[in-house]
């Protein structure tokens, strides 16, 4: 059967594929698009397949905010180059999976994946992903996602994407005894943003990281030999010096002009009952581990 190139150009126009893909795909199933495309799709499914061990340390975070900001959403896409993380198709992805995110609230990976496509309700997310692999040709991943609610009185959301969509924060106040300015909490979110803390608070830090550090400490060449009691202080100075760079409310605010303020005294300045009660903090290329 002879194919047409305006046959070739339609199916190319729908699918990005390749010119010879096409007109391969018309051919083998004498020129109906429908099973073309599906053709395709299958092509490209196993394509995915063999990219899904193919490292990806590039990619970008976006986030979406319903219009009463009661809700919001953060999600990571992670690709193989930077190169592609900066095409319209990936950049117009990630957007539109921060706002599915936002909009299903998926319980889980697997559920997001199972998912209709609010932008492609004909497609799963799942199937929308694999087509993306297939038109770059590069191994793409939804790494994570996260998506809070504040619908009581008292609490807030506020969240940040640093520009160049590598890092993102999204972060929940409660308990303020007024409605604060948006712009004290989003100075908490690039806080956060900045400095990286691992914990929100000294209570949540495990059992074991403790444990590890303070081995850690007490192995330290320059505290060998040293009275128990002068290495047992030394060991609790270096700790809570540890806490004060991995746990958010110890961590000393940037924006402190002074350098003194702890992020939980920031917070009680501003208002007396604020509490931080959760945080997500994403960068492109670190473990979720």
């Known amino acids: 059967m002879s194919i047409s190139a305006a046959q070739v150009k339609e199916l190319r126009d729908q699918t990005g594929a390749g010119m010879m893909e096409c007109k391969k795909a018309l051919m083998e199933h004498q020129g109906d698009v429908d099973k073309a495309i599906d053709h395709l799709r299958k092509q490209g499914a196993l394509k995915a397949a063999k990219r899904s061990d193919r490292i990806t340390s590039e990619g970008l975070v976006a986030e979406a905010v319903s219009e009463d900001e009661k809700r919001a959403a953060l999600t990571e896409l992670d690709c193989e180059t930077d190169f592609v993380a900066r095409t319209d198709q990936f950049q117009g992805f990630v957007r539109a999976l921060a706002l599915h995110v936002l909009k299903t ?65 999204l972060v929940k106040v409660s308990g303020q005894k007024s409605k604060v300015d948006k712009q004290a909490i989003r100075d908490i979110a690039m806080h956060i943003a900045a400095m990286n803390p691992l914990y929100l608070s000294v209570d ?30 030394i060991i609790e100075g270096r700790y809570r010096k540890f806490l004060a760079e991995v746990c958010l409310l110890n961590q000393i605010f940037i924006k402190d002009p002074q350098g003194k303020l702890s992020v939980e005294k920031v917070l009680k300045t501003i208002d007396s009952e604020m509490q931080i009660t959760e945080f997500a903090r994403f960068q492109v290329g670190e473990s979720n581990s």
């Open 105 to 169: 609230n998926p319980r889980s990976m697997d559920d997001l994946l199972s998912g209709k496509f609010h932008v492609q309700p004909q497609h799963t997310v799942q199937e929308a992903l694999t087509e993306l692999v297939r038109k770059t040709g590069e191994n793409i991943s939804i790494k994570r996602f996260v998506c809070l609610a504040a619908p009581s009185q008292g609490e807030q959301l506020s969240v940040y994407v640093h520009p160049g969509n590598k890092i993102g924060v």
């Open 204 to 233: 949540q830090v495990p059992r074991e990281v403790e444990e590890r550090e303070r081995n850690v400490i007490r192995s330290s060449a320059d505290i060998q030999g040293k009275p128990e009691k002068v290495v047992e202080n």
